[in-house]
């Protein structure tokens, strides 16, 4: 049977090619890839099997191997490329770390140097750990983290689409919120109707929850358990994603309950000028580093540096639970460069605790040639729901 693909097999052997050369480039016999991520972005494999061991193995010559379990079997062979699986099985004395250095023997691989995804929720700390015990007088392991995350960074026209499509349910998304969004709603209907929007359009899952707060959540960035219904006069912050083919487009928004006073609207528009200052970095050349120098510079001038976060964005693209955050961030100094095809997200949120009032705006940008192109159809406006 053939795989079911959602990307061009020529897309594949494209991606492929330019991980081997980042490996050669990094003097790498071979790369051991936990990062479902990874795995999805070079061959289409798709599954949350990865909260178990699992392993796929490349080879600088192109030959790939994945170990993993047998519920994962069929999973890999219906919509991944991976044209060879080993399977450790579960059982009182599994030691999948020893099979993968049998498969590793077999491919000629030990006493080689090869690159590890340690920085991956793929791998937890204690088969990290195994890992270095069992290979680490055999290979020489090198961190290679980032090998792949760089290569993604820059999306395929392909990935394109699938953002685009991604932006368009998260609007979906936002205006299926406001049809529940009034004094009295419930937080529960809120939520339902808009990842309800995101399927109907054939969207899937979020990496992680959408963030719904209101009354004293609203200051919360996270999500947690706990339903209310809304104040006559309240704030309700809400931060979603529209998810397609695994890509993510992010939007982030407070909604004014009732009514918005004064200084609900002096914050929004310190968010809104914030974001523009942004945006205006977003240009091909300009530094990470230098879009949250704007969006600091421009908070700070309005006397919001205490209620600011640390960092205000960051890429997007197919990625896995437990979070959609991809590498990298937008904080202070971050030397990584701007180029056309990325994608991210700019999140202005401004939290007072003295006052107990949060305000937030933020949506997804695809970098072109000249500059920005946000991707959301919605006016950045205060939205205040009566």
């Avoid at 359009?201 to 999500?223: M, T, V």
């Avoid at 990325?342 to 940008?365: N, P, Y």
Wanted: hydrophobic share 45%.
């Amino acid at each position: 049977m053939e795989p079911l693909l959602h990307v061009p097999r020529e897309e594949y052997g494209a991606r492929l090619r330019r991980t081997l050369d980042a490996m050669a480039a990094a003097g790498l016999d071979g790369l051991l890839l936990f990062s479902p991520a990874s795995h999805y972005w070079l061959t289409g494999y798709d599954t949350f099997g990865y909260c178990f061991f699992q392993c796929l193995v490349l080879r600088a010559d192109g030959e790939m191997a994945l170990l993993t379990r047998t519920p994962d079997l069929r999973q890999a062979r219906l919509t991944s490329i991976i044209p060879e699986i080993r399977i450790w099985k579960d059982g009182a004395d599994a030691d999948p770390v020893r099979e993968l250095r049998a498969l590793l023997a077999e491919k000629g691989l030990l006493g080689r140097r090869l690159g590890v995804e340690w920085d991956t929720h793929g791998l937890t700390g204690a088969t990290g750990r195994r890992l270095e015990g069992v290979l680490g007088g055999d290979c020489r392991l090198e961190d290679a983290s980032l090998l792949v995350s760089r290569l993604r960074l820059v999306k395929s026209p392909t990935e394109l689409a699938f953002v685009r499509r991604a932006a368009e349910l998260a609007d979906s998304a936002f205006g299926a919120a406001l049809s529940e969004i009034r004094p009295g709603g419930d937080e529960a209907r809120i939520l339902a109707r808009m990842q309800g929007a995101v399927f109907e359009g054939g969207g899937d899952y979020p990496a992680n929850p959408f963030i719904i707060g209101s009354g004293p959540k609203a200051l919360l960035c996270r999500y947690s358990t706990g339903r209310r219904r809304l104040d006559a006069v309240d704030r309700l912050t809400l931060e979603w994603a529209g998810v397609f083919r695994h890509y993510h487009a992010a939007l982030m928004r407070t909604v004014c309950v009732g009514e918005a006073d004064a200084y609900d609207r002096f914050l929004f528009d310190a968010c809104r000028e914030a974001l523009s200052a942004c945006e205006e970095r977003l240009v091909p050349g300009a530094t990470l580093g230098e879009v949250f120098a704007a969006h600091a510079r421009t908070l700070d001038r309005y006397g919001l540096a205490p209620h600011r976060m640390a960092a205000c964005g960051y890429s997007l693209g197919a990625v896995f639970a437990p979070s959609w955050m991809d590498w990298p961030m937008i904080h202070a100094g971050s030397p990584v460069v701007l180029e056309p095809g990325m994608v991210f997200f700019v999140h202005i949120i401004v939290m007072d605790s003295e006052r107990g009032r949060a305000m937030t705006l933020g949506r997804t940008s695809v970098i072109g040639e000249d500059g920005p192109e946000p991707l959301s159809r919605l006016p950045v406006e205060l939205a205040v729901a009566a």
